[in-house]
């Protein structure tokens, strides 16, 4: 296609510059069937609340005169309304993750605010599951960044490990700061006993939309944007997120954060990604 007719139109430039074109054309496509893929899969997303919504209204017009099956059918409705509303707002999440700096507003945010916080966020869900949560190694730790985000991207890590753990196992967060030559690094690791990932899934888990098991997902609530956001948040603050599982063992995901102060100008060099 266009590739060729711009190869053959620069040969004479010589063989890298051709090579390096055709790789930028590459990587042109790619991004642009990413960025369709995307829209597709927002589309898509919001088709299938908005379709429930229609048919159950039509439902309850239909069942005017059955009380019990208007309540029933109203239910319903209610449980994809809120479908609706929890993708929405996550998408509106993701679009400010991957748009904003978030060392726009960067501040020292302690690491035991943003642990309790994503605690108390779970905590109901944990509680119905009889799941215990557990913190440990939260000295007085600091890292630098856009508070809100933060609480976002441990808030989602926190809230998987219990939606992807069976009843009565325990989900633990555990804080240390790891010396690292670029400046020191404040890592959050969470770990669960819940169904874990198997090796070729762990590769896809941080796309956008991925999901290993979309009714599963689906049933609590999930959107599959949650862990999109929280590799946004990382790399956006100079860190990472990594993922250790075993399949039907549990789960550890590991954010590394650059600390408040040690490493601020590192977290400055690294661009959000796209
Ligand atoms: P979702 O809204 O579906 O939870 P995420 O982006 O947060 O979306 O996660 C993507 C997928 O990764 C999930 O649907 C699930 O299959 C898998 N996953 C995430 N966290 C865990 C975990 N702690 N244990 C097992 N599977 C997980």
């Known amino acids: 296609g266009d590739a060729l007719a711009v190869s053959a139109r620069v040969a004479p430039l010589g063989s890298r510059l051709v090579m390096l074109l055709v790789e930028d054309l590459t990587e042109a496509r790619r991004i642009e069937a990413v960025r369709r893929d995307f829209v597709a899969n927002v589309s898509h997303e919001l088709k299938t609340p908005v379709g429930a919504l229609s048919l159950l209204s039509e439902a309850v017009l239909d069942a005017s005169d059955d009380p019990e099956a208007v309540q029933r059918f109203a239910g319903r409705m209610q449980i994809e309304a809120t479908r609706l509303t929890n993708l929405v707002q996550e998408l509106i999440d993701l679009s400010r993750v991957q748009n904003d700096d978030p060392l726009e507003d960067a501040e020292p945010v302690r690491i035991d605010e943003l642990v309790a916080e994503a605690i108390d966020r779970c905590r109901h869900q944990a509680g119905t599951k009889q799941i215990t ?43 240390r700061r790891i010396t690292a030559p670029g400046g020191d690094l404040i890592e959050i690791a969470v770990t669960d006993q819940g169904i874990g990932i198997s090796d070729k899934d762990k590769e896809r888990i941080f796309e956008r939309f991925y999901r290993v098991d979309p009714a599963r997902s689906r049933a609590t609530g999930g959107t599959g944007l949650g862990l999109a956001i929280v590799k946004h948040v990382a790399a956006s603050h100079g860190g990472e997120v990594t993922v250790w599982s075993s399949e039907g063992q549990g789960s550890t995901f590991t954010l590394r954060l650059p600390e408040a102060g040690a490493a601020r100008d590192r977290a400055l060099q690294h661009p959000a990604l796209d």
């Open 133 to 175: 949560m557990a913190a440990g190694g939260t000295a007085d730790l600091h890292v630098w960044g856009n508070r809100g985000q933060l609480a976002a991207a441990l808030g989602n890590l926190v809230e998987n490990a219990v939606n992807y753990s069976p009843a009565r196992t325990r989900v633990g967060i555990a804080v």
